[in-house]
């Protein structure tokens, strides 16, 4: 790119817009979403092109090849050597090109175009009771073409076998614009079918004049990926162009529709947890289990899955899946198994429930973000992520990689598919410094050495990329190596289609995509505690692993990450594109313009800030908080939008406008509120919430003059009166006091001024003080100062009052989480601010800590509803889930997001995605409900979202119990 001459990159663009029908961008926004994949590599591309079809794919190549630029063909962007990065032009097929042509149950085949998700194709499979075999962890957003291109693999490979197993036959492109079908067997002259004239002469004559070579270059093992399965065109095997096609990383030609075959998997499956002393022992152990017909026999050791519940006692584990046609069968196949293990063993669980099962799955498969901190939250990085050697080596080989290791004073955490030798690691690889990056070169080398001696390969799944083709010498030789060369000349003798990976390879320690990062933090509002304060450190946790990007439920019900990809499908909508294009804000080559970038600022704009990476990311990105930080200089000595000052500086308008409640509701049905709205920045298609004409607080001084509810001996908690309680949903909290008055608990609202110390006189104060806040409606608009300056009240406020270890009962779970993180990260040098969030507690959590033997009332209706993507990413909802339980409330809550989210789904523009939001998993739900089920919805946002769509009232959970105490309800003050 750096030799293209203006001119020359404006002609380029132009012929691309001419010649293709799908997306061209060269816009710096889209480029650097696509700059880095989950490797440690970045490369800039040029351009992105998302092709409609197969016409348009041979359209790009044609305008790339008459101008002499690459191509890079991209799926999911999961891959881990870095092969889905490069300069040029990214094709990226996930926009379009991602149609299930055909299933075809009889023969057991699909075909399919390479931007198909994984889970989308077993989906559709699964209505045939079929799947297809290779499952990567990445299921849930990887793509087919992304899966042939590097031969992915998965659990279930010791059953199912390779990408390469299930792949019939493969129709590509080659950079010259040739069409290739290629399937297996030969023509009457002993060449490939499905070639054209040039490559049928060119591939037969390569592989006759080097069958010797051929025939006894390559290692056996399952888990062989690294470099061309050349040995797949030989006679005796068959000559399977497709099989040696698949694997080859987009450098020979870019596929545009694949046959791939599918299996029947067993109609019921128990899982066998085995534990063992050590990892040494479980790798050991694995390969004699094969014997007994597992799907799976997965190792994970106890630094990797933490507190894990469900587990049996041990330092590693192995997972061992058994199938059978009934429940019975398969746990009765896992029993013998156990059995059969036994003498090895520290303790052994069979898991049959499938929910248990993916509770256990789900460690598994976060296991490539989680791998990337180590347990005392140092970063660690692939590079070494799934060499593989004979099963039977295993326990060897990882005696000796651990022993390399310690001599390199590097540490990782090993995992992944032991059945087959296959071993993904995270290492903590400095790769900041210099002396950091000639240790990983160094460490490398070594390691590409024992991988060898132990008659392994380099790459057991995810191919080698940039990350270990340098090192193909070592495994094959240089006469092998050079016949790879030929092979790739043969197929693109221009170099034409993804240079630098596999063959012509660049160093392993080229393009790191740390070199463009600032060596010193940057100077931020957020305090980053899990990040040392470096905000380069918080961005860096996405490692492009893309949990994401998952479009379906089935990963986990209660997952809300991420709701603005869902209802977008478009990756810098994504958690993963927003932290990309952060990167490259701070790397300055792409995105130039610091904290004031409009990409990033567009990009952040349809964040709904529900903080649900913070708990769903295996790497914990809170982008919420990413979002505050970017607002806050984005709009630093600016004009802010107008919803800024309208509904992030809510509470002082609420509180203003309290005395004038019945004029202000009777004006917000007339015609003036749509101007009033258009002023405020605030969506046209959204009514103006009613205001409560006797706030909460009022409700409360009134109350207490009259002495109710004064119990001198009950426990005395402290219940915050949060801004939409107060003005917008004073019910909430009348019902939360008549619940935990009945608990036999005290509740006292704080006061709104600093308690005076003893024998100091108050000073003049106006009638009506401005209540406290949280901070919650200034952080998500980035308003920092004025979040500080009304933290900082707060604790002057709270911080005397709770130090006797009094609990902070918080009923908006949107203020709760804000307590309980935003204020000690924003405040981080005032230790006030982490005592305060350490007292704070959500209802159920009061009732269940406080008055545990308290019986609430019978409810004994079904629920429905959404649990709060704050109390989900921040809090925790197990209390809230045994409270609804103990009273009568069956069923559980969906997860995702309502799509308000605060101001969100109140801002002009907004309204489209919102509605999207709340389709996607609450209205379903509701819709589904009996006419007699319970909506609960905690949050005033779910509730007023549920108003707005749907026209049923949701309710807090308080207020339920408050009802069933047999007590009527005040009216709500409207």
């Not at 340098?470 to 050079?482: R, T």
């Not at 709701?563 to 701070?586: D, I, K, N, V």
């Not at 309208?646 to 202000?664: E, N, S």
């Not at 998500?780 to 130090?803: E, I, N």
């Given at each position: ?37 989950a490797s440690?590599y ?105 899966m ?27 950079y ?41 270059g ?43 075959r ?20 479980a ?9 007994h ?43 013998a198994?156990?059995?059969a ?23 598994r ?10 347990p ?7 590079g ?11 326990g ?23 059945g ?87 160093r ?90 409009e ?18 990311c ?42 004038a ?19 405020a ?32 001996t ?8 949060d ?25 006292l ?53 709770l ?5 902070l ?21 005032d ?34 509803g ?36 605060g ?72």
């Amino acid at each position: 790119m750096a030799d293209r001459t203006e001119s020359q990159r404006r002609e380029l663009e132009k012929e691309l817009a001419a010649a293709v029908r799908g997306e061209v961008s060269f816009a710096a926004g889209d480029r650097a979403l696509m700059t880095m994949d989950a490797s440690n590599y970045r490369r800039v591309p040029e351009a992105v092109v998302a092709p409609r079809d197969a016409e348009d794919v041979a359209a790009a190549l044609r305008v790339c090849r008459a101008h002499g630029v690459p191509v890079v063909p991209r799926g999911g962007g999961t891959s881990i050597a870095g092969q889905a990065t490069g300069v040029g032009v990214v094709l990226d097929f996930t926009r379009h090109l991602r149609r299930i042509v055909s299933l075809d149950a009889a023969s057991r085949t699909a075909v399919v175009q390479p931007g198909v998700v994984l889970d989308d194709l077993r989906a559709a499979a699964g209505r045939h009771g079929l799947t297809f075999g290779p499952d990567p962890s990445t299921h849930s957003r990887c793509t087919l073409g992304g899966m042939i291109g590097n031969n992915s693999c998965g659990s279930h490979s010791v059953a199912w076998g390779t990408t390469a197993d299930s792949v019939e036959e493969l129709k590509l492109l080659t950079y010259a614009g040739e069409e290739v079908r290629a399937g297996r067997g030969t023509d009457a002259g002993g060449a490939p079918t499905g070639l054209p004239p040039r490559l049928r002469d060119g591939v037969r004559a390569l592989v006759d004049g080097e069958l010797a070579l051929l025939r006894t270059g390559y290692p056996e093992l399952p888990r062989r990926i690294s470099g061309y399965a050349l040995d797949a065109l030989l006679p005796e095997r068959g000559t399977d162009l497709a099989r040696a096609l698949t694997g080859s990383e987009g450098t020979l030609g870019v596929l545009t529709e694949a046959t791939v075959r599918l299996v029947e998997p067993p109609a019921a499956r128990a899982l066998a947890v085995l534990g063992y002393p050590d990892e040494s022992a479980a790798a050991e152990a694995a390969h004699t289990l094969l014997p007994h017909g597992p799907l799976t026999v997965e190792g994970m050791a106890a630094d990797l899955v933490g507190d894990a519940a469900g587990l049996p006692k041990g330092g590693a584990w192995l997972f061992v899946e058994m199938g059978g046609a009934s429940r019975a069968e398969a746990v009765a196949r896992a029993d013998a198994l156990c059995r059969a293990a036994a003498d090895g063993l520290t303790g052994h669980a069979v898991i049959a429930e499938p929910a248990g099962q993916r509770a256990l799955w789900r460690v598994r498969e976060d296991a490539s973000g989680t791998a990337t901190r180590m347990p005392d939250g140092s970063e660690a990085w692939p590079g070494w992520e799934d060499c593989a050697v004979p099963p039977a080596r295993l326990g060897p080989y990882l005696r000796d990689f651990r022993s390399l290791l310690a001599q390199h004073g590097l540490r990782g955490t090993p995992y992944g598919h032991f059945g087959d030798g296959c071993i993904h690691v995270r290492i903590d690889f400095d790769l900041l410094s210099h002396t950091g990056i000639r240790q990983f070169r160094d460490f490398s080398y070594d390691l590409g050495e024992l991988v060898v001696a132990h008659g392994g390969s380099l790459s057991g799944e995810h191919g080698d990329g940039q990350a270990r083709a340098e090192l193909l010498p070592k495994m094959y030789g240089d006469e092998l190596v050079g016949v790879f060369g030929k092979f790739k000349t043969l197929w693109d003798p221009s170099a034409g289609l993804n240079p630098g990976m596999l063959v012509r390879p660049a160093r392993l320690d080229d393009n790191l995509r740390f070199d463009v990062l600032p060596r010193r933090p940057v100077p931020v509002e957020f305090g980053y505690p899990h990040d040392d304060g470096d905000f380069s450190a918080a961005v860096r946790r996405c490692v492009g692993v893309a949990k994401c990007r998952t479009t379906s439920a089935h990963s986990g019900a209660s997952d809300v990450m991420c709701p603005s990809f869902r209802a977008t499908g478009e990756e810098q909508h994504s958690t993963r594109g927003r932290a990309r294009l952060l990167h490259e804000m701070l790397a300055g080559e792409v995105v130039t313009d610091g904290w004031r970038s409009e990409e990033v600022r567009d990009a952040l704009d349809l964040c709904l800030s529900c903080k649900g990476c913070r708990s769903d990311c295996p790497v914990g990105v809170d982008m919420a908080t990413y979002k505050a930080e970017f607002l806050h200089h984005h709009y630093e000595g600016r004009l802010r939008p107008a919803a800024h000052y309208a509904m992030g500086r809510l509470p002082q308008w609420l509180h203003a406008a309290a005395p004038a409640a019945p004029v202000l509701n009777a004006l917000a049905r007339t015609p003036l509120a749509a101007p009033a709205k258009r002023l405020a920045g605030i969506a046209a298609e959204r009514p103006i919430p009613a205001l409560a004409t006797e706030p909460f607080t009022r409700w409360w001084r009134r109350r207490r003059r009259t002495g109710a509810g004064e119990q001198g001996t009950a426990r005395t908690v402290l219940l915050w009166a949060d801004t939409f309680t107060t003005y917008l949903s004073p019910e909430v909290g009348r019902a939360a006091v008549r619940v935990l008055e009945a608990a036999g608990l005290r509740p006292l609202l704080p006061p709104t001024t600093p308690p005076r110390a003893e024998g100091v006189r108050p000073l003049p104060l106006p009638r009506r003080r401005s209540p406290l806040c949280c901070g919650l409606t200034y952080v998500s608009t980035g308003q920092l100062d004025q979040a500080r300056t009304v933290m900082r009240r707060t604790l002057d406020v709270l911080d005397p009052l709770l130090r006797d270890g009094r609990p902070l009962v918080v009923l908006e779970p949107s203020c709760a989480a804000a307590l309980r993180t935003d204020l000690p990260e924003l405040l981080a040098d005032d230790p006030r601010a982490a005592r305060v969030a350490r007292s704070v507690r959500t209802f159920a959590q009061a009732l269940e800590e406080l008055a545990p033997d308290w019986q609430p009332p019978r409810i004994d209706r079904p629920a429905v509803g959404q649990t709060h993507c704050h109390q989900h990413a921040v809090l925790g909802e197990a209390a809230e889930r045994r409270l609804r339980e103990r009273a009568g409330l069956e069923g559980e809550l969906t997860g995702g997001c309502c799509g308000l989210a605060g101001n969100f789904g109140f801002e002009r523009g907004h309204y489209d995605v919102s509605v999207a939001c709340a389709d996607d998993r609450l209205l379903p739900a509701v819709r589904q409900a009996p006419a007699h089920a319970e909506l609960l919805a905690d949050g005033f946002s779910c509730r007023t979202q549920l108003d707005h769509l749907t026209g049923r009232r949701g309710r807090h959970l308080a207020e339920v119990l408050a009802e069933g105490l047999g007590e009527k309800a005040s009216p709500p003050g409207r």
